[in-house]
């Protein structure tokens, strides 16, 4: 089940619309749940998650990560916590449903933080391509302006070169008619 229907039927349950059911679980703006009923968030946060279980600890942890299974706790587990002990045998947890549903809860947050975390990365090595790109794209530029430079360098250097020679003819050309006119 999508993360927008949990939300909508958490709000169905409580009675409550998504900025009185945000004020009643302390959130200080409703954003995070209108961005998860408009699907722009793809997971309910464990910050979230703990904030309506703190309020409706009726309603099942597992259920609002997973969407699997029942939305309200069994008689047997209204604790909503996730316990883990670490002593018990792996027989010991198969057998007893409440441990393994607590394993499956960790597994599934800690799933949850393993693909918020590698989306992250794959955001910032975007991030670092794009950035790699622009510096790519500056280094060109920088090229052009340097070659730019290098030419009107060379153009002006011809340029002396030329008032230089000029200058020099300009001075035997005068001394020249200074010659002849004597």
């Known amino acids: 089940m999508k993360p927008e229907k949990i939300i909508f039927e958490?709000?169905?349950?409580?009675k409550l619309n998504t900025k009185n059911f945000s004020e009643r679980i302390g959130l200080d703006r409703p954003q995070a749940l209108y961005d998860i009923q408009k699907g722009k968030t793809k997971s309910i946060s464990s910050r979230l998650l703990n904030k309506i279980i703190?309020?409706?600890?009726?309603?099942?942890?597992?259920?609002?990560?997973?969407?699997?299974?029942?939305?309200l706790n069994n008689d047997c587990n209204t604790n909503n916590t996730i316990d883990i002990n670490a002593n018990l045998s792996i027989d010991e947890v198969n057998e007893n449903p409440i441990n393994s549903n607590s394993l499956l809860e960790l597994q599934v947050v800690n799933q949850k933080i393993m693909i918020n975390q590698q989306d992250r990365m794959e955001g910032n090595q975007k991030i670092i391509i794009k950035q790699q790109e622009q510096m790519d794209g500056n280094q060109r530029i920088i090229m052009k302006q340097q070659e730019q430079l290098d030419r009107l360098l060379a153009i002006m250097e011809s340029q002396q070169r030329t008032i230089e020679?000029?200058?020099?003819?300009?001075?035997?050309?005068?001394?020249?008619?200074y010659e002849n006119s004597f």
């Open 165 to 177: 020679n000029l200058s020099v003819k300009s001075k035997k050309i005068m001394e020249k008619i």
């Open 10 to 14: 958490i709000l169905e349950y409580t």
């Open 54 to 71: 703190s309020v409706f600890p009726e309603i099942n942890k597992y259920w609002i990560l997973t969407g699997e299974g029942e939305m």
